[in-house]
């Protein structure tokens, strides 16, 4: 299943030589890090899910454990839309097992049951602060790129996206910047406009599961609004869950070029 990031928000790619052998190796590595002690408070949701940032020892060009650089048609992608791959962050290693989602620390009833009922469905970098909870666009990606470590039933927690998404944000967050400064941007409370978006996207998109074997390759626009779906009961995935590793490099230009399509 691939479909053109730019239109539909989202592209997944199957799975190449190049990108089996990167997995198996970044496997190997998560499964390390399953187990480092300085990653113990990454366990959420009553341990049915590793957040895991940075917790691959990847390099600024994706290698890991000798693996070479990330390559394949997911990141020749990349390049033909942003002209070159930009410097990649550690790995996040992304692990969810049976049971999720169960409540996060310090949760509300309301933010379990958006977990559980609405998949948290997010756009990433736009992050929540204070009590109530306001919103500001602090942490702008370029895009999101995700590959798949672990061999597991479709239903098993895939990610989730909403097709067209990045068209309804994008309209939202222009409009909302429209006549500030770039460099006040970042300190803009989003939330009223944040969240009517999402309504809308919630009433009008199609949401679809990307699910993949090792090795295949999750494209996800920066915009897009995406989650992480329950845990079905009975889906079936190794001992070490399901798992991906991703990558979301800051986007050159700041808040200003990230709300441009």
């Known amino acids: 299943m691939v479909a053109d990031p730019q239109q539909s928000g989202w592209a997944l790619f199957a799975p190449e030589p190049v990108t089996i052998a990167w997995a198996q190796k970044a496997r190997g590595a998560g499964l390390r890090a399953l187990r480092a002690p300085e990653f113990g408070d990454m366990y959420q949701c009553e341990r049915t899910w590793f957040v895991g940032l940075d917790a691959l020892p990847s390099g600024p060009d994706g290698d890991i454990d000798g693996s070479g650089p990330l390559r394949g048609a997911a990141v020749e992608a990349v390049r033909a839309q942003v002209g070159y791959l930009p410097a990649l962050h550690r790995a996040q290693l992304s692990v969810v097992w049976p049971g999720y989602p169960r409540p996060r620390e310090g949760e ?35 895009f999101i790129l995700g590959v798949t470590l672990t061999q597991t039933d479709p ?30 941007l970042s300190a803009m409370d989003v939330t009223e406009i944040y969240q009517t978006a999402r309504r809308e996207v919630f009433d009008t998109c199609r949401r679809i599961p990307l699910h993949g074997p090792p090795g295949s390759i999750s494209l996800v626009h920066r915009l897009t609004l995406h989650g992480v779906a329950p845990w079905a009961p009975g889906a079936d995935a190794p001992d070490e869950g399901r798992m991906i590793a991703y990558f979301r490099p800051p986007m050159p230009g700041g808040v200003a070029a990230w709300a441009a399509l």
């Open 155 to 184: 239903d098993a927690a895939p990610l989730v996206i909403w097709e067209g998404s990045h068209l309804i944000m994008a309209r939202a967050f222009r409009a909302a910047f429209a006549g500030h400064a770039p460099d006040s």
């Open 108 to 142: 509300s009833d309301a933010g379990f049951g958006y977990r559980r009922d609405r998949d948290a469905a997010h756009v990433d970098g736009v992050m929540g602060e204070g009590a109530p909870k306001r919103r500001f666009v602090r942490e702008p990606h370029a």
